[in-house]
């Protein structure tokens, strides 16, 4: 049975077949629909696309942005780390976040609730937080919202500050 | 010294590889005026092609040596490695870091590249064309690391010792995981030659993918594995639950693995009927694209990830050597697309050859889809002035859809013959199975699972097994009846007899089971994060967690923090002990192991949270229910299997080689 799906069909005649090009115009059309539809469905759903923002691109426009989902991108202070199980369901994460590790004047202060404390959070890491702000200097992280890079150092590279 | 050996190695495979190249351009005119002289240059090309691999393997070996014997003058030793580490650990840091990484990647490729010399060496009209793009290639990366990303690079300072490996990287899957991509990667320059080889030359017949099939499938199951292993490593490691995030580097391995597997599929039809030629070479180049980039995205760090530990300025070079390897090849394609003309012209929309021109169109729509979503940020930067990005919740939502459509015509398109097929076939094989699926779906149903996506891709994937699981019993019932055989032998010469064809089916169930640990995981996935002194006791659906103790303990340079964790059913009933623990390494960095009952249904896992925090008497634990995890790493396996098969010498085709290697030999000898 299988090995008939291997055979040629005899005496098939193309010139007739050729006339249902048809079919193909309507399968392309739908497929191409199905995927312009994915692609529009997955854009409109919730969350979206996220603005990605620096501390002092977030600093300079923090009115505007506050109760927008963002991501926000920066270098780990250290020191700021901080770990705080406020009871049994709740814990506290907070660090912060600065554009430059050199002159870490404009911080922003990161707060992250029932999530583990990541392996990579440490001085010099990279933090991309995806969250909102809470309109007071605190940056609100969603569930599953920390993600940390390596600190560079491993690459033997002086982090670069993007402008 | 021992650098400036290695370095010398290095600068030596690169002239080599450059005198290669020109040696190969020289034979193509000389041939025209003095075969024999031709033929000479030919081969002195591949000599000097050849010689690339033993330089670079010198290089290697320096290195490793470098490693061993903590010889920090070399600034890559001090970045990987330490004293403390062990000495696996300082063999395989030699690609813990970008220019180690390199170094490997160029060693693969030449050894790749060499072989492909030797075996394909009758190919003679092919190769100077495939030696010069191959050898440009090479070239390339073997640049690298000569100037750019010079491993060997003496160290700014003299340190005592090193900074040593991520932790993160020290788990055996990361060991292996790299390697895997990186020969899957390489390995795919091999077909990119010969495309290319046949373009230039005007051979254009199905000469090169057949001399270049089993090189593209092997190459496909690197990357299979390197992506496989690496998701495994997220799951074992990372402590999200997760095996797969959408994360650039992860997307860009994916890439060319999806136009690979869209390359594999369509060859066949230009194998059976002559069609596809110009869609064949663009696949090829198209994957091969994908693997450039792919590396420059990994290995400068263009877009943010949370892999990318890589930073450097070597982007505008590789950015420039794909814009030209893009011209180069986009502009030969379109000069050779009228000799590209199909034999044939599609038939019937219920066809095998329309089947596949729908799986070609459907996977390159989720190459397209990932690759925007990818390069979002770039693109919305370039556009709008701001950087917006795409979570991968967009990227299930943009590819689940499709994905589920390609596990269906998984299922349809074997049925399917070339030329045409009648809907009535179709119906009459799939009828069983459909029900069966419907029946399968429904009792889901009843046992409370309502989420819509969910059902439609259990049903899908239901549908799918059935339909391939009876494409080998019909198959084998007809040899018990020809043959007389038992089911086991039946079985087993189907594999024997048509090994391309089985081994693909087995693939196609091997995806099948992963799409159902997908499913599971995806839909149902379930965690609680507590914190619990010693006695007390905390609930996930039917498991119920009970903290004893948390012990601290030395283990060579690392200080160990685990939780002892008693596991009890439903009914209370003791199930096992979990021991999850934070490892903190000689330098301070931590590393978070979770432990796991593993069973066919779900995996119940256990990560310590913020060992800092922990006592002896009281800790953070988070749980993770994850269903049908393990379907996944299953159906790996059967991945894997199905292309080993698949890929397999075939003894015939081997014969078939060997009759044509000696009439070259003979039409060589009446020369």
Not at chain 2, 5 to 12: D, H, P, R, Y
Not at chain 2, 93 to 116: D, E, H, P, R
Not at chain 2, 280 to 300: D, E, K, P, Q, S
Not at chain 2, 382 to 401: H, I, K, M, S
Request: net charge negative; charged share 15%; proline share 3%.
């Amino acid at each position: 049975m299988s090995q008939s799906s291997w055979t040629n069909t005899k005496g098939i005649n193309l010139e007739k077949s050729s006339n249902k090009s048809w079919q193909f115009v309507v399968a392309a059309v739908l497929l191409v629909a199905a995927v312009v539809f994915v692609v529009f469905n997955a854009f409109n759903s919730t969350g979206g696309t996220q603005l990605y923002v620096t501390v002092d691109e977030y600093l300079a426009q923090e009115s505007t942005l506050s109760g927008r989902d963002l991501r926000v991108t920066g270098w780990v202070v250290g020191d700021s780390i901080e770990y705080t199980q406020i009871d049994a369901e709740n814990s506290r994460l907070e660090f912060d976040i600065v554009d430059d590790l050199a002159n870490p004047t404009n911080r922003l202060h990161i707060v992250a609730f029932n999530e583990p404390k990541p392996d990579l959070l440490q001085h010099e890491a990279q933090a991309l937080v995806e969250g909102q702000a809470d309109g007071n200097g605190v940056f609100m992280a969603n569930k599953d919202g920390l993600l940390l890079k390596c600190p560079t150092r491993y690459e033997g590279e002086q982090p670069v500050i993007e402008s | 010294m021992l650098a400036e050996f290695g370095q010398s190695a290095i600068w030596c495979a690169l002239l080599a590889a450059i005198y290669s190249i020109a040696a190969a351009g020289f034979s193509v005119y000389r041939q025209k005026t003095d075969q024999i002289s031709g033929q000479k240059w030919l081969s002195s090309a591949r000599n000097a092609a050849l010689i690339t691999f033993p330089l670079l393997l010198i290089a290697c070996a320096i290195m490793v040596m470098a490693l061993i014997t903590d010889d920090y003058s070399i600034a890559y030793v001090q970045q990987v490695t330490s004293r403390e580490t062990p000495l696996v650990l300082k063999i395989t840091s030699l690609w813990g870091g970008q220019q180690g990484s390199l170094l490997l990647w160029s060693l693969l490729l030449s050894g790749f590249l060499g072989v492909a010399w030797i075996t394909k060496w009758n190919e003679k009209s092919l190769m100077p064309y495939a030696l010069i793009i191959g050898g440009f290639t090479q070239v390339f990366f073997t640049y690298l690391i000569a100037f750019p990303e010079n491993p060997f690079e003496a160290a700014p300072f003299l340190a005592a010792n090193g900074s040593g490996l991520s932790p993160l990287l020290r788990h055996p899957l990361m060991i292996i995981h790299p390697p895997m991509l990186y020969l899957g990667y390489t390995g795919f320059i091999v077909p990119y030659a010969f495309a290319m080889g046949a373009l230039m030359t005007g051979r254009l017949d199905d000469g090169w993918i057949r001399t270049t099939r089993r090189w593209t499938l092997a190459a496909w199951l690197f990357l299979s594995l390197g992506l496989i292993l690496g998701g495994r490593w997220a799951y074992d490691v990372l402590g999200w639950g997760g095996y797969w995030e959408w994360d650039p580097v992860e997307n860009v391995a994916f890439l060319p693995w999806l136009t690979g597997t869209a390359f594999l599929h369509s060859v066949m039809i230009q194998e059976k009927r002559g069609m596809f030629k110009v869609w064949n070479v663009v696949l090829i180049l198209i994957t091969y694209l994908l693997v450039i980039y792919g590396t420059l995205i990994v290995r400068t760090g263009l877009l943010s990830s949370v892999h990318a530990f890589a930073q450097s300025d070597i982007q505008w070079v590789f950015f420039g050597f794909m814009v030209f390897m893009l011209l180069f090849s986009a502009g030969w394609a379109i000069y050779r697309a009228p000799a590209l003309a199909s034999n044939n012209h599609l038939g019937s929309l219920l066809s095998r050859e329309s089947a596949f021109l729908i799986n070609n169109f459907v996977i390159m729509a989720i190459t397209l889809i990932i690759f925007f979503f990818t390069n979002f940020t770039l693109l919305s930067e370039l556009f709008t002035g701001q950087e917006y990005g795409v979570g991968p919740q967009q990227y299930n939502l943009a590819t689940g859809p499709l994905f589920a459509l390609l596990l269906l015509l998984m299922g349809v398109a074997p049925l399917t013959m070339w030329y045409r097929t009648s809907i009535n076939h179709l119906g009459r094989l799939s009828l069983w199975p459909a029900a069966v699926a419907t029946l399968l779906v429904i009792g889901i149903v009843i046992a409370g699972i309502t989420q819509i996506g969910a059902l439609i891709g259990l049903w899908i994937v239901f549908f799918s097994t059935g339909l391939t699981t009876l494409e080998y019993v019909r198959a084998a019932r007809a040899r018990r009846r020809s043959k007389d055989e038992s089911w086991p032998t039946a079985l087993g010469q189907l594999f024997v007899r048509n090994q391309r064809r089985y081994g693909g089916y087995l693939i196609h169930l091997g995806v099948l089971v992963m799409a159902f640990g997908i499913i599971g995981s995806e839909f149902f996935q379930a965690d609680r994060q507590i914190f619990l002194q010693s006695g007390q006791r905390a609930s996930l659906r039917d498991y119920t967690i009970e903290f004893v103790q948390a012990d601290f303990y030395m283990e060579n340079d690392v200080q160990v923090a685990q939780a002892t964790v008693n596991v009890y059913d439903e009914d209370g009933s003791f199930i096992t002990t979990l021991f999850p623990h934070t490892d903190i390494f000689g330098n301070g960095e931590g590393m978070t192991i979770p432990d796991a009952r593993s069973t066919i249904a779900e995996d119940f896992y256990v990560i310590l949270v913020n060992w800092e925090g922990v006592q002896r008497n009281a800790a953070t634990l988070r749980m993770y229910i994850n269903p049908l995890i393990n379907w996944l790493w299953a159906g790996g396996v059967v991945f894997m299997i199905g292309t080993l098969i698949a890929a397999w010498p075939d003894p015939l085709d081997m014969k078939i080689a060997e009759a044509e290697r000696r009439r070259v030999a003979v039409l060589a000898a009446g020369d």
